[in-house]
C-alpha cells in the first residue's frame, strides 16, 4: 500500500516511469479479463480503466512533450540543471501524488475517459509501450535545459509548466491510478480473504 511521501521523489522521473511498469504488471498481469474490468461500484473505475486512463494520458501527452524536446533542442536550449521543476510544478505534482488528499473523486477530462471493457493482455502491452516512449523521450531531455523550456497544457491553455514539471507530472500521476488500482482489487477481494 502507498503511504504518502512528505518529502519530494528525489529518483528521475524516467525511474519512476520504470518503477510504475514494472508495478503495474505485477498488480494486473495475472488478471483475468472480469477481473481486469470489474468495477467495484459504479461510479469507481476497473484496474482495466486505470490502466488505460494513465494509456490515454501518455497518448495526449507524448506528441506535446516530443514538439517541445524538439524545439528546445533546434533552439539549442541545453543546460541541464536538476530536477527542472518549478514551485508550482511542484505543487501541481504533489496534489497528484497518491493517495488522494481530498475525499472528492476528481472528474477526468472527457479526452482522457477510459474504455470499459479491455484485454488485459493488450492494454498492459499498450501501457507498457507508451511508457517505455515517454522515458525515451525524457532521456533525450537530460542535456535540455528542462526548467526554461515551457509546455502548456494539452487540456487547459491556461495551465503552462516547465518540461521538468510534466515529467514529474506523469509519474505521479501515474502512482495515482496505480493506487487507485490497488484500492478497486483491495474492494473486490471477498472479505473473508481480507
Known amino acids: 500500500m502507498f503511504k504518502r511521501e512528505t518529502r519530494p521523489n528525489r529518483h528521475r522521473p524516467q525511474d519512476q516511469l520504470r518503477t510504475l511498469i514494472s508495478q503495474v504488471r505485477k498488480l494486473a498481469g495475472g488478471l483475468d479479463r472480469e477481473t481486469f474490468n470489474r468495477r467495484p461500484a459504479e461510479d469507481r473505475w476497473s484496474v482495466g480503466e486505470c490502466v488505460d486512463h494513465l494509456c490515454a494520458t501518455a497518448r495526449l501527452y507524448l506528441p506535446v512533450l516530443s514538439e517541445a524536446i524538439d524545439h528546445a533542442r533546434e533552439?539549442?536550449?541545453?543546460?541541464?540543471?536538476?530536477?527542472?521543476?518549478?514551485?508550482?510544478?511542484?505543487?501541481?505534482?504533489r496534489g497528484q501524488e497518491p493517495p488522494p488528499r481530498w475525499p472528492s473523486r476528481m472528474g477526468t477530462w472527457p479526452q482522457l475517459?477510459?474504455?470499459?471493457?479491455?484485454?488485459?493482455?493488450?492494454?498492459?502491452?499498450?501501457?507498457?509501450a507508451l511508457h517505455e516512449e515517454l522515458i525515451v523521450r525524457m532521456n533525450e531531455a537530460n542535456d535540455l535545459d528542462r526548467k526554461k523550456i515551457k509546455v502548456r497544457s494539452a487540456l487547459n491553455s491556461r495551465l503552462n509548466l516547465s518540461l521538468g514539471d510534466w515529467f514529474a507530472f506523469l509519474a505521479a500521476h501515474g502512482r495515482r491510478h496505480l493506487w487507485q488500482a490497488e484500492q478497486v482489487l483491495e474492494d473486490l477481494r471477498p472479505k473473508e480473504e481480507a
Not at 75 to 93: H, P
Open 75 to 93: 533552439k539549442g536550449v541545453t543546460g541541464a540543471r536538476g530536477s527542472g521543476q518549478t514551485w508550482l510544478g511542484r505543487l501541481f505534482v
Open 113 to 128: 475517459e477510459p474504455v470499459r471493457d479491455l484485454e488485459p493482455a493488450e492494454a498492459l502491452d499498450e501501457f507498457e
